[in-house]
């Protein structure tokens, strides 16, 4: 699933390219129809097909922002804060072409599944291999209560204070540290890969409970984890699987990555442990972590 780099990639890919362009029309795939007829909201959320056309057709993209893992394409500008949110679940990516056939890959070619129409001539399209990605209109931030419980982004200045404060909370002080700060609320946009190098680079084993680790190895984990995901948007992000940026892409951090789905640990060659923690895979050393 594509996490904080990735998603700051492909926003840092979109802006120059559909910023103060219009949303002439939006076309949706048989497949999103057909699930919508039968009352299965694939990739398009809240409201129907025709209220989403209704309310994004013939609005100017103001403005591409990122919160967390979503994309926020801003629409107008009104104070009212219109926006469409995007989340890529695990393969879907977003692209800019004047035809689909510029689209090199088969299986994100043939999982097209939303084509905004651009006043330029050219379309945004969004594929999605799994549909397990979501888009929808939003009329403000404030009418998707999710969005409130983010917590900082990991640049913001005050972040690390936020980021120590959450991590004393008791629904995190006796968590395994690793489940801890994949949780949105405790910083945004860290998850498995980007939390596996960053517990790996600070020496702490991924079970290691909350409330056991020291405020200054905390403080640690915390710059190690800033220090993580900035490589990896430096880097194009991680395409494990099915990250592709905007001009179809991979990343180059997968490359880098130190523990993330090893065999052997790259410092002392001991065999790399696995473990289910917070529902995800996690690879350690249980010679280097402790």
């Known amino acids: 699933m594509p996490e904080l780099p990735e998603v700051e990639h492909v926003k840092r890919g979109l802006s120059p390219k559909i910023e103060g362009l219009t949303i002439q029309e939006v076309t949706f795939s048989e497949t999103v129809m057909k699930a919508h007829e039968a009352g299965r909201k694939a990739v398009v959320k809240g409201e129907g097909l025709d209220a989403f056309k209704f309310a994004v057709e013939k609005k100017e993209i103001s403005a591409i922002d990122r919160r967390s893992k979503y994309l926020l394409f801003r629409l107008g500008h009104e104070d009212g804060g219109m926006l469409i949110l995007s989340h890529l679940g695990m393969t879907g990516a977003w692209f800019v072409v004047e035809e689909l056939g510029e689209i090199l890959e088969d299986r994100f070619r043939n999982h097209v599944h939303v084509i905004f129409e651009l006043s330029n001539h050219q379309k945004l399209v969004y594929s999605d291999i799994r549909r397990f990605g979501e888009m929808r209109f939003l ?7 999710p969005l409130a419980e983010i917590g900082p982004e990991p640049f913001d200045e005050d972040a690390e204070i936020r980021f120590l404060a959450a991590l004393t909370l008791p629904k995190f002080a006796r ?12 910083v945004a946009g860290c998850g498995n890969i980007y939390a596996t190098e960053a517990i790996f680079r600070a020496r702490v084993s991924p ?12 403080k ?13 948007i430096a880097a194009g992000g991680s395409s494990i699987s099915d990250y592709r940026n905007v001009n ?4 180059g ?5 130190q523990m993330y789905a090893k065999s ?23 010679t280097c972590q402790k």
């Open 220 to 232: 640690e984990l915390f710059q190690h984890i800033v220090d993580v995901l900035q490589e990896g």
């Open 207 to 218: 079970k290691r409970r909350t409330d056991r680790l020291s405020l200054k190895k905390k």
């Open 175 to 186: 968590k395994p540290i690793k489940e801890a700060i994949m949780h949105h609320s405790v």
């Open 253 to 257: 951090m997968q490359e880098r990555l």
């Open 264 to 286: 052997v640990c790259p410092v002392c060659e001991s065999p790399v442990k696995k473990a289910v923690i917070g529902g995800r895979t996690s690879h350690y050393c249980t």
């Open 248 to 251: 179809g892409e991979a990343g």
């Open 139 to 145: 009329p403000s931030e404030d009418a998707h209560p």
